[in-house]
């Protein structure tokens, strides 16, 4: 059995954040705290009454959004734990009728992508593996590809195209939940995966950010791991935030994305990178609360209003959202 650093939370460093400026003096904790819970509060307001209108999981109203709430709260935040628990029951829900598709390794939308996500959210949640994810994990070892890889949407961008995003939570989350019976079988999935995550050219900012903390998580060798860190670190802008694609501006889901896959990875939040990356998040979040981001993907759902900002943009608008609040939160650090 391989090593399993928990990929979730670590003490952190004090951060005090003005641009480059480490002074207690310009108030920037309280501005992060602030943020943070501004940013909590629209969330809620998006997701709270997503049962009305969608029965099914989505990575975008369930798995970032929990993390944006799991993150703030494991920093000292409050956070709305009736919503969370809501959040976790509609994860569970949406696979416990499915069994049969399942164990079968077909017949699940999103395929691997959408299955890794709801395992990624079941874990932020601390939920026990029972029969239900012990068919989630059937099928993310019958449906990797290959050469190590799993499904991605191309019409799907930026949230569902990363094959290092889709490799890294499938193999992860594979690990954590796989029952005994079905260990050996894990174990060469996450050796497959791992590797490509090494041998694979990235081609965007979630590529890079991903391929990061996926070797971080599965014990992938330290020369690899800090060469990732580097690639990423290489990659902020001037600006201090992070672009999704190279000829995009920076953006709250590239950056938050980043910030917190840096941090999470063991980079010091007091770091100027990351102080960097802070000031950019706090410049441009709106006044509602939320940061806005503009979609690339085909729809492929009925367009509906889930009661977060920006039209027909909301939902990578949530996804951009729930990146930069766990990214400020986890850069707070209470006495």
Excluded at 96 to 112: E, F, P, T, W
Excluded at 185 to 210: T, Y
Excluded at 257 to 270: D, F, I, P, R, Y
């Amino acid at each position: 059995m391989m090593s399993r650093p928990n990929p979730m939370f670590r003490p952190l460093l004090p951060a005090l954040f003005c641009g480059l400026i480490a002074s207690p003096a310009f108030g920037a904790q309280t501005d992060v705290e602030s943020a943070v819970t501004k940013g909590l509060a629209v969330l809620a307001q998006g997701t709270r009454d997503y049962e009305e209108h969608r029965s099914c999981f989505t990575c975008h109203h369930q798995t970032l959004p929990m993390l944006a709430q799991a993150t703030a709260k494991k920093n000292g935040f409050s956070i709305d734990q009736k919503l969370f628990d809501q959040q976790t029951r509609i994860t569970h829900d949406g696979f416990k009728n499915r069994h049969d598709k399942l164990l079968a390794g077909k017949g699940i939308g999103g395929q691997s992508m959408t299955v890794g996500y709801a395992l990624w959210a079941l874990h932020l949640a601390d939920w026990k593996p029972d029969q239900t994810t012990d068919a989630m994990t059937a099928y993310l070892i019958k449906t990797q590809r290959k050469d190590g890889g799993f499904y991605t949407n191309k019409k799907r961008p930026p949230q569902e195209d990363s094959p290092f995003t889709s490799a890294t939570i499938a193999a992860y989350y594979l690990d954590q939940f796989v029952s005994d019976a079905r260990r050996n079988e894990a174990d060469a999935v996450i050796a497959r995966a791992r590797g490509k995550l090494i041998r694979s050219e990235p081609a965007r900012q979630e590529d890079l950010n991903a391929r990061l903390w996926g070797l971080h998580i599965l014990s992938a060798d330290k020369k690899a791991i800090k060469a990732a860190r580097r690639a990423v670190l290489d990659a902020q802008r001037p600006d201090g935030g992070w672009g999704q694609l190279p000829d995009m501006e920076s953006d709250s889901y590239a950056t938050g994305q980043a910030l917190w896959m840096l941090q999470e990875t063991g980079g010091k939040v007091s770091s100027p990178a990351y102080r960097r990356g802070v000031a950019y998040l706090l410049k441009t979040q709106r006044e509602d609360g939320s940061w806005f981001v503009e979609t690339r993907s085909h729809p492929i759902q009925t367009y509906f209003e889930s009661g977060f900002p920006h039209g027909k943009d909301q939902f990578i608008s949530i996804c951009g959202t729930s990146w930069a609040v766990a990214a400020l939160a986890a850069s707070v650090e209470r006495d």
